[in-house]
């Protein structure tokens, strides 16, 4: 193995990134490279799929994310605030799991434009994590644009102190305004703090001829003509999924950056994925309750005492439903519905009808 992507956007970052995960697999095989990384834009949704596929022919998956950073609070939203990029990568299962955690914050906590997350969100669950600077919207490439040259130092400082090892400087030639200046420092800050190197490319797209079709994707994203001058697009067709050839060549002043990938794809440790099971949410029970079984049998009785007469026949026919719904572990499931539309219908927000065959259960 000779070097890894470890900065590539696939069609889950959306209206962004423009290589199939089929496709990705494919040249990845074709060119002889055993391991690559994914890294959409702020989610996991290509992870699955793309792990099953790359595992399925011999390829070594390594789970990513480019986050959306933000230094202030992520509660904290104004419209002058613009998040910064960083790269986060799956170490080993702790790391997929608090990948997970970030990603789902980001969203439910931090959204504004874009998912994003905190500087607290990241301290507590870095562990497991390999961090990178990420493109020339990273926070320590930004605050270089900005001439805050001592500011991207304590940045690096920053980042080093939290992950050590795990953290590394990206350096990428693709042809972005600023980008020679911007590499320069990075490189100055590298040797200056002892923190390696790695080179990414950035792919947004699988070969060079394909960057049409991604510009496309920009217009279409944006609300923009194609003819727009004014409207956002890359600066060259340079993001595209390049050979180990490729890269060597790109960085031959800097081989180490070339073989710091490969040293980096083998920190990384199997993920165990376990498909076609239900990973139910637990529900928190009142504590006189022994479990989310024995609650949502009371719950049932009580609901049906109030609608029709208790019967033998109708007991049966509970203690039935009950004992699927148990066998197939689906109680918390329950228990969180009756919540959802018990708190819904206090609101006074519609509920139902659902599906058809809700009506044949006594249970629901």
């Known amino acids: 193995m000779r070097f890894v992507h470890l900065h590539l956007h696939t069609q889950y970052s959306f209206l962004d990134g423009a290589i199939k995960i089929d496709d990705l697999i494919n040249k990845v095989n074709n060119l002889g490279m055993n391991a690559v990384a994914i890294t959409d834009h702020g989610g996991l949704f290509g992870v699955v799929e793309f792990y ?22 992520m509660e904290e939203k104004k419209k002058e605030d613009s998040p910064y990029h960083i790269l986060l990568l799956a170490k080993n299962e702790e790391g997929y799991k608090n990948l997970i955690k970030i990603s789902s914050v980001s969203y439910l906590k931090g959204f504004y434009g874009k998912p994003r997350f905190d500087f607290d969100t990241l301290l507590k669950h870095h562990k497991g994590l390999i961090i990178g600077s990420a493109c020339i919207e990273g926070i320590i490439a930004k605050d270089i644009r900005k001439g805050n040259i001592e500011v991207a130092r304590e940045h690096a400082a920053l980042f080093k102190e939290l992950k050590g090892e795990d953290f590394y400087i990206e350096i990428m030639r693709v042809g972005v305004p600023d980008e020679d200046r911007v590499n320069d420092e990075l490189l100055k800050i590298s040797r200056d703090l002892d923190i390696p190197i790695i080179a990414t490319n950035d792919a947004h797209y699988l070969n060079r001829e394909d960057h049409v079709a991604h510009d496309v994707l920009l217009a279409i994203q944006t609300n923009k003509k194609l003819e727009d001058e004014n409207r956002m697009r890359f600066p060259s067709s340079e993001f595209y999924v390049k050979s180990p050839e490729e890269m060597e060549e790109l960085f031959s002043d800097l081989p180490e950056a070339i073989k710091n990938t490969v040293q980096l794809a083998e920190k990384i440790e199997y993920i165990p994925f376990e498909t076609g099971k239900y990973h139910m949410p637990e529900f928190d029970i009142p504590p006189e309750f022994s479990s989310p079984g024995e609650y949502l049998k009371h719950l049932v009785e009580e609901g049906i ?50 599906r058809g065959s809700a009506a044949g259960s006594l249970v629901l």
């Open 52 to 73: 099953l596929k790359a595992i399925k022919e011999g390829i070594k998956p390594i789970i990513g994310m480019e986050g959306y950073f933000t230094y202030g609070k």
């Open 305 to 354: 005492k109030s609608k029709m007469a208790f019967t033998e026949e109708v007991k049966e026919r509970i203690n039935y439903e009950l004992s699927v719904i148990s066998r197939m572990g689906f109680e918390g499931y329950f228990l969180i519905i009756n919540d959802i539309v018990k708190s819904a219908r206090e609101m006074g927000i519609f509920v139902g009808p659902g």
